[in-house]
C-alpha cells in the first residue's frame, strides 16, 4: 500500500465507522433535495388544491432531467476522482474535478434557455390539463430560472462528498432546504403568491446552496485545481462521463416514466370516476413520498462510493465486499419499514398535502397500497447499481439502471393501463420493483467472484 492510500482513512479505517460517516450525511443530503418538491406540495395543496400539486406533477420531468446531467457529471467526477485517488494519481483526479466544472456550468444555462422557451410544449407532453396547465407555467417558468444554481448543488455535491467532506455536502443542502422550509409559507400564506410562491422560494435555497458549495469547492483537501484543469479535454470527459451513467440513465429514465405515466394517467382517469387531474395529483405525491424515502437507500448506495471506489482501486477487496454487503442489509430493512407505514397509514401521509374530496383520498390512498408494493426491493437495485458504477464498472451499472425504469416500469403501465384502466398504471409499479430486484439479485450473484478473482489475477 503506497503512502498516499496508507495516509487516506478510506482505506484504513474501519468500514462500519466510515459507511456512517459518508453514508448519513448523505442520506440527509438526499433526503433533504427530495424535501424540496414535497415541502412545495405540501403547502400548494393547502392553498391551492389538487390542481396544483398536479401542476407541480408536470414540471417534475424538467428537475429530474436537469437532476440526471448533475449526477452524470458529479457522480463520474466523484468515481473518477475516488479511483484516481485510490491509484496514487492526484493529478488527474483533480483534472477530472475541474472538467467537471466547466461542464456544470456549461451545461446548466443551455437548459435554462431552452427549458424557458419551449416550456409549454414540454408541460402538454409531460400530461398537463386545460385545468392545471396554468398553474404548470407559473410554476415552472420561475423554477427553471434556478437550474444553473440547481445542478451546481447536485454536481458540486457529490465531488465534494468524495472530498472526504460528507458533512460539508449535508450543510448545504440543509441550508437550501431550510430557507426553502421558511420561506414558502411566507410566499404562498402571506403574500398569497400561490405556486409562484413556492417557484421563489425553492430557488432562492438553491443559490443559497450553490454559493456555499462554490465557497467549499476553493478549499479540497485532497487535490489542488489548477487553471488548465478547468479547460475541457475530450480525454478526460470520456473517462469521467462513463463512470456516472448508471446514475445519469436511472434519473433520464425517470423522466419518460413520469412522461408516460402521465399521459396514462389523464388517458384512463378521465375514463374513470376519478377524472383525468385526481390521479395526476395523487400518483405525484406518492412518488415524492416514495422518493423521500427510498432517497434513504439511495443516500447509503452514494454515501458508500468513494469508499467502494477507492479501496477496489488500492486493491483492498475485502473492504469493498463488506462494505456493500452492509450497505445491502441496511438499505433493505429500512425499506421493508417504509413499506409497512404505506400500506397500514397512507391516510396520515396523504392528509399533509391538503383535505381534498372522498373520491381523491380513495385514489390517493390506492396510490400508495399499490404502486409501493415492492418498494422493499429497490434498495437491491440502487446498491448494487452503485457498487459496479464505482469500481469503474458502467456496462452493468447502466444495465441495472436500465431494468426497472425502461425495460420493466414503461411496458407494463402501457399494458396494465389498457388492461385495467388506470388503476392498471399502479400495479406497473410492483411488478417492476420485483423483476428489477431479481434481476440485480441475479447479476451480482453471477458477477462476485468472476470481479474480484479477475482484478486479483492481473495485479
Request: aromatic share 10%.
Amino acid at each position: 500500500m503506497n503512502e498516499q492510500v496508507a495516509a487516506n482513512p478510506l482505506g484504513t479505517e474501519r468500514v462500519g465507522k466510515l459507511m456512517a460517516r459518508y453514508a448519513i450525511p448523505s442520506i440527509i443530503s438526499i433526503v433533504i433535495n427530495s424535501l424540496y418538491n414535497m415541502v412545495d406540495q405540501i403547502f400548494i395543496g393547502q392553498e391551492v388544491g389538487y390542481l396544483g400539486n398536479a401542476a407541480t406533477n408536470i414540471i417534475m420531468p424538467l428537475t429530474i432531467l436537469l437532476a440526471a446531467l448533475g449526477m452524470l457529471i458529479g457522480d463520474g467526477a466523484a468515481a473518477y476522482m475516488s479511483l484516481s485517488l485510490g491509484k496514487g494519481r492526484k493529478e488527474e483526479a483533480a483534472c477530472g474535478v475541474g472538467n467537471a466544472v466547466t461542464l456544470t456550468i456549461t451545461t446548466s444555462v443551455v437548459l435554462l434557455i431552452l427549458f424557458e422557451l419551449f416550456l409549454e410544449p414540454l408541460c402538454h407532453l409531460f400530461g398537463a390539463t386545460d385545468a392545471n396547465l396554468p398553474y404548470a407555467l407559473d410554476y415552472g417558468r420561475i423554477v427553471i430560472l434556478g437550474f444553473p444554481f440547481a445542478m451546481i448543488d447536485g454536481t458540486f455535491g457529490s465531488i465534494i462528498r468524495a472530498d472526504g467532506r460528507p458533512k460539508s455536502s449535508m450543510v448545504g443542502l440543509l441550508i437550501g432546504c431550510i430557507t426553502n422550509l421558511i420561506l414558502d409559507p411566507i410566499f404562498i400564506f402571506i403574500f398569497h403568491w400561490g405556486v409562484k410562491g413556492a417557484a421563489f422560494a425553492t430557488i432562492i435555497g438553491q443559490i443559497l446552496n450553490a454559493v456555499y458549495f462554490a465557497y467549499c469547492m476553493l478549499r479540497f483537501q485532497t487535490i489542488d485545481i489548477k487553471k488548465s484543469d478547468l479547460k475541457p479535454s475530450r480525454r478526460v470527459v470520456r473517462r469521467v462521463l462513463p463512470l456516472g451513467t448508471s446514475s445519469f440513465i436511472t434519473q433520464v429514465a425517470a423522466v419518460f416514466v413520469v412522461a408516460v405515466i402521465n399521459n396514462a394517467l389523464v388517458k384512463y382517469g378521465a375514463l374513470s370516476k376519478y377524472g383525468a387531474d385526481i390521479p395526476l395529483a395523487a400518483l405525484g405525491i406518492t412518488m415524492k413520498v416514495s422518493q423521500l424515502v427510498t432517497g434513504i437507500a439511495l443516500g447509503i448506495a452514494s454515501g458508500i462510493q468513494p469508499i467502494l471506489g477507492f479501496n477496489y482501486g488500492s486493491g483492498q477487496y475485502d473492504r469493498v465486499k463488506k462494505t456493500y454487503k452492509t450497505a445491502l442489509a441496511s438499505s433493505t430493512l429500512i425499506l421493508i419499514a417504509a413499506f409497512f407505514i404505506f400500506q397500514f397509514c397512507p391516510q396520515y401521509i396523504i392528509n399533509l398535502f391538503g383535505q381534498e374530496s372522498e373520491l381523491y383520498m380513495e385514489f390517493a390512498v390506492k396510490c400508495f397500497r399499490i404502486y409501493l408494493l415492492a418498494c422493499f426491493l429497490i434498495g437491491v437495485s440502487a446498491v448494487t447499481g452503485i457498487f459496479f458504477q464505482a469500481i469503474g464498472k458502467p456496462v452493468p451499472a447502466t444495465l441495472l439502471s436500465l431494468s426497472r425504469q425502461v425495460i420493466f416500469l414503461i411496458p407494463a403501465v402501457l399494458a396494465f393501463g389498457h388492461l385495467m384502466g388506470v388503476e392498471g398504471v399502479l400495479w406497473a409499479g410492483p411488478f417492476a420493483d420485483g423483476l428489477a430486484g431479481a434481476v440485480s439479485i441475479i447479476t451480482i450473484v453471477v458477477s462476485w467472484n468472476k470481479i474480484f478473482r479477475k482484478e486479483e489475477t492481473n495485479r
